[in-house]
């Protein structure tokens, strides 16, 4: 008999509240009661101890609806899909006496007074529920009062799978059926396929000749494996292949290059630890630790499912850093979104019927944003730095960039921390939550419709507290103890990779799949092997430790089991009740897959460069460029983020009274250290409809001069590199990728700043149908993204972007050109242009070392790294942070008023100078043309351009905070 | 013997850490304990002489947050704990550590009745998580904010908002338990957002007991304790500059600690 426990919050409840408030703006006058509901099958759930548990007896009330309501609206979880509040409540059911394997589920109830009509109704329903993921129950007054209420669901999963072994597959076929197998994957009895395996015919014939070789039919769980183990995803089968004639293919012969290089170039003064050997890459932050830094997307199930798809990201990214060397600290998070103007409501379906519409963009943007705070605040991860970036591409395919900055000690028991090894003979030990059916075939998702049979496989919702748990137990107690040889996380391909993976070190493994925990039975094997189900890591463990490992967990509240052995016989192995189900050499698994060389063209776009006639009212056209999507102040997500946490937050995401919003933060993550770290990211998509080398080089120097312009030290700084391309088997959009390759290799060398980790998302394309059920592909521009990290000598060096004092010079230093292909002010107009903006390596790196030579004799009061928008737009973004007037003057730059306030040349730094430092200033600029005074920070209220505008603060704070001041 | 600091760890709470360092840095002991330790254990709750809940996401603040954690003490750990306060000791509970030292009833605790639930801490009337810099002012005399008048520190959270009865709230001002408001230009903010970041009742930001040796508040002192950490320390940094000054090294929220120390300094002196 199952147990409904309906909590009533007061009528002042602040989730109602927003909502009515909501409500509002579109007319419709309503009170809401917000009820949150918990239900559960066990014959303890109606114990009072319990029920009284959920309930704050101050302004809560149990089981006592009041009956002034039109509309009950009700949300609660489909089958399958995480639950961390029923997750809770079961924890307390068991603390209220009941055993630990209690199942709750939670929901949510709307009590909803007043004149809505039902499609009203489900359009509020819409708003706030998935139904990906979610089911949805409305009733009115007089339904809900003869139905005695909502009904009481218990989404429980249910298998039909009983006795489920593992299948053979016979490959033993023609090539058109193994083309088949690959793209939409294994027969089942019925003849329904299983989803794609993702492999081209040249994978399938490899793994054809494989198992004939072997003289027995392939496994189900073996081609699984093999398809996780040689995906894009994991493979990164286009930067490795061979690409005209670069035959280490990009990666290898370009950014890993330009890693060696520089290291070798640098030499003593090298400061990289680890890099692209490990889950994050690591460089040194003092004597005693390292820091590490890992930047990654999830893209595609954040277009299903936006807030699980970013929180899953988030709490995902955390592991990697978990992962590092024997396990670093999470200390800093970071985000970057590239989305759809939330104003808009484009109509895109994923399918010609039309039934499933792509999410309104807004709807994006919340989620995302939501996703990225529930999982780092809950983690106690500090989040302060990141970016938003808006073009209509991003519709069907947002790009989700979370990235994750830990600290580890340089030693640990005496050995290099940034150092494992699973030895044969390690317990394979996997830690952590259960494994269900989350995230198998993830990417394949389609509109399948869900019920109870078909557990929301694609979409995860992360579950930060297990996680946090987890966390706490290894990184801050376990660790230290050398009770693990090696760790690992669990990501995509779950233990299929993490195993995998760590096997490689051994040279083998023999899992006992049966004893993975699962969070429901009748899973098949290759499914329990493949699953993505989050918040595992995956450790090595010496015979004599698991008992003490595994207790130690237990006692933190953390499920961790032996799962198998790694063996140094080359083999991988899995057997499921004592029968064999996979027996692979380890060298076919992980280097088997047949090279693809990759052809590649590519021709430079743009337009004709535009005659635009000179603005009539410059004042009107600054309030335009600051009110831009790309410009205007983000700080609604500051706000949400808990940016200091850790007590370590120096240099934040708003700065200055105005609380402008920064691209670059520092973190003290050592209480008792001077030290700092810097973050900073640069990213142009726009760029890419030119030239993906402008693009490329623009995001890297941008990275960079956002993290000199705060006073970090150029020989301190290294860079991450995230490529998220779109089309990838496209010559064309491959030579766009090579380009920006190339381009990115001579900058890094330039500034002998060396990548130390980087991840691609190769096909961010959309294929759907428009409003008229025409097929249409929606590509997101081509992107990278350049992520800094270096570190500060002493955060009382640390330059922040607001002016400081009234009398102080102002100096534009670096060179303004013609160069406004692509840039936001030609985007106001509807251009494109031509004359994309081209980096100057060497002129850059001149101006980057005397700029740290001023910042490091503290002559720089504040700094400020000229992006979009350019000139005007960060005269006026230091007037609004600083609350100051300032009094300007262009004529030293030879352009019109317009181009010489919105180009956006790259390489610039506009810079505040106490009257007191002028000397030393001007005389450490010497010799570098492009020093140039225009003006001073003036009293008054007003940003005075002589002879093109005299603009009230005031105002330009209202144009740059309203676009999103309400989300 | 300089007094002992327990800080609680376990279930997702998380600012042990820097709370600890706060502690040590104004002189006193102290460890982070897991709660699963102290259950275990809980004489180690007779060798302290503070105890400190810190903030976090205790249950990722499902079910209410700091509920489940309270409800976790209450059954495991609540006689010892009463024993713990009816000692001369201190305890904190800060922003999570708020919600379940609220949630425990150990505040307000009129009339020395521990374990009564009297205000709820809930969702802030944004329905927003804040994470802002917020002034205080103080208005008790509770040991924990001797001779603290005013405090600029910040607040990270979703649940802050104090709510209650008007009875609760009555007695709460009559008898001094209101320990700090939030303020705009030094007044009571009135509701202001977002001087006042969660709509809680009369701006309340902390209480006492009546005692005052239990403090429980929304905002992060151990976040505002060094100059350094502070949303306007590069502006004071460059005034200092100027000047040709030094910044002193602390700012307000480690008075706090410092007189949690003194405390107990005061008090063994008494017994000396």
Redesign the interface.
Known sequence: MATRIEVLAPPEDGRGKTLEKALKKQGKDVKIRVVDVYSSEHAMANDEKFVTSLVNPVTQKANDLPKDFDWALEIGFLPGVTDNIGHTTSELLALAGADNDNECYSSRLYLIKGDLSQSDIERLSESLSNTLIQRVSIKTAGEFNADGGMETVIPKVHLDNKGVVADDVDLNVSDEELEIIGNQGIADSDGSRRGPLGMSLLYMQAVRDYFAKEARPAKDIELETIAQTWSEHCKHTIFASPIDDVKDGLYKGYIKRATKEIREAKGENDICVSVFSDNAGGIIFDDEYLITDKVETHNSPSALDPFGGAITGIVGVNRDCIGFGQGAKPVINRYGFCLADPRTSPEYYRDSAKTTPVLPPETIMKGVVEGVEAGGNQSGIPTPQGFVTFDDRFVGKPLVFVGTIGLIPRTINGKPGHEKKANAGDKIVVAGGRVGRDGIHGATFSSVALDEGSPATAVQIGDPITQKKMSDAIIKEIRDLGLYTAITDNGAGGMSSSIGEMAEQSGGFHVELEKVPLKYPGMAPWEIWISESQERMTMAVPPENTDELIALLAKRGVEATVVGTYTDDERAKITYHGEIIMDMEMDFLHDGNPETPLTTTFTRGGEKEPNLPAPTDHEQTLHDMLGRLNICSKEFISTQYDHNVQGSAVLGPLQGPGRVYAESSITKPVLTSEKGVVLSQGLFPLYSDIDTGAMAAAGVDLSVRNAVAAGVDLNQLALLDNFCWCSSDEPERLGQLKRAVEAIYEIAVKYETPFISGKDSMFNDFKGFDKDGKQVKISAPPTLLASSIGVIPNVDRAISLAPKAVGDLVYLLGETKDELGASEYYDLHGKLGNNVPETDSHQNLRLYKLYGRASRDKLIASAYALNFGGLGVALAKKAIAGQMGMDIDLSAIDLPHEKALYSESTGRILVTVAPQNKAKFEKNFKGFEHCTHIGHIAYGNRLNIQNVLKADIEKLDEAYKKPLREY | MTANALVL????L??E??TL?AFEYAGLKGSIR?I??VIENPKELDNAQILAIP???S??????AG??YA??IK?ALWDKLQDFIARDTLTIGICNGCQITA?LGLVPAFDKNYGE????V???????????WIDLKITNNSPWLDGVETMHI?V?H?EG?F???DD?LEKLKKDGHIAAVYTKDGEPANGEFPYNP??SVADIAAITDKTGRILTLMP?P??G?FT??R?????A???A??EGKTLPETADGILLFQNAARYFEVAQKKTA
């Not at chain 2, 249950?59 to 209410?64: K, P, V």
């Not at chain 2, 949303?231 to 502006?235: K, T, V, W």
């Open positions: 760890a376990g279930y997702g998380n600012c850490e820097e360092h897991h699963n330790d903030g976090g996401f249950y990722g603040d499902d079910t209410g509920n489940a409800q976790k059954l949630n639930r009297l205000v709820a809930t969702h802030n009337l944004t329905a927003r998580y804040q994470c802002r910040p990270a979703g908002r709510m209650m009865s609760t969660n709509g992060h151990e976040r304790m350094w950490q949303d306007d320390y590069m502006e940094k460059d005034k500059q100027r």
